[in-house]
């Protein structure tokens, strides 16, 4: 279970520029949930993700993760057990390095082996077989350095690195939105499947609200760094994407600096 209690991040504090990106922010998240994220441009979709993956403190409040506090735990600590993607293709994967080079670190990563007892035919097969489940084409391809991927193979074969070692949390912060609707379409499939399968614990953010009342368990909208709905069950099913944007607009503090850019 991830809890996020009290939870704060304050940018140049005590400054003119001072910005509370999350407010006082408490959340439970069951063991398996699927929870998609959403909220206007600056609502701190990003900072809560950051302070869950570590490459931000949290200012105030705690964070654990199956009990454990993990508040001050350092991102390349967390990173043993929080997968996470981007909205860039090009962020967490080596351009240079093949598929299956890159599969081999991602494999490598929480076990005590390294890359440099080698990649071996038990690994291969293994990576194969998860390159043939993603529908892409990439099983045989493994010899081929990553930065001549599209932007969409890349984004799934992150997907497969993130999770090859299944991680105790997974994290997406839009990461179909730089991807053709029929490539987004195609990798959020995939995402769907490959966390439904391993019950990974995913927070999903997105800007396409169809999508976030689709996929997932679960649906957070976030306004002004803090919770503003926290939709679950039967009043999640129920709930439209024009009963959602209604609901927002009700509820959502009339701030000129907060439209409704979902
Ligand atoms: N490093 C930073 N320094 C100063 N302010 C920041 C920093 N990072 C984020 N902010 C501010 O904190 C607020 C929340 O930003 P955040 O990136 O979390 O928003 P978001 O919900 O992810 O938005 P988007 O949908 O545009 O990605 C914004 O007002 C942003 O300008
Ligand atoms: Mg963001």
Known sequence: MLTIEHASVIFNAKTVNEKVALRDFTCKIDDGDFVTV????GAGKSTLMNAISGSLMLDEGKILLDGKDITRFKEHKRARFIGRLFQ????GTAPNMTIEENLGLAYS???KRTLNIGINKRDISLFREKLKALGLG???????????LSGGQRQALTL???TIVTPKLL????????LDPVTAKKVM???DEIVKKDRITTLMITHNIEGALKYGNKTIVLSQGQMLMDLNGDERKNMTVEGLMKLYSKNAADSLSDKMVL
């Open 38 to 41: 959403i909220g206007s441009n």
């Open 88 to 91: 860039d293709p090009l962020k």
């Open 109 to 111: 990563r929480g076990k």
């Open 138 to 148: 990439l099983e045989d391809r493994m010899k081929t350095p990553v930065g001549l």
């Open 160 to 162: 497969l690195m993130a």
């Open 171 to 178: 994290l997406l912060d839009e990461h179909t939105a730089a």
């Open 189 to 191: 499939q995939i995402t």
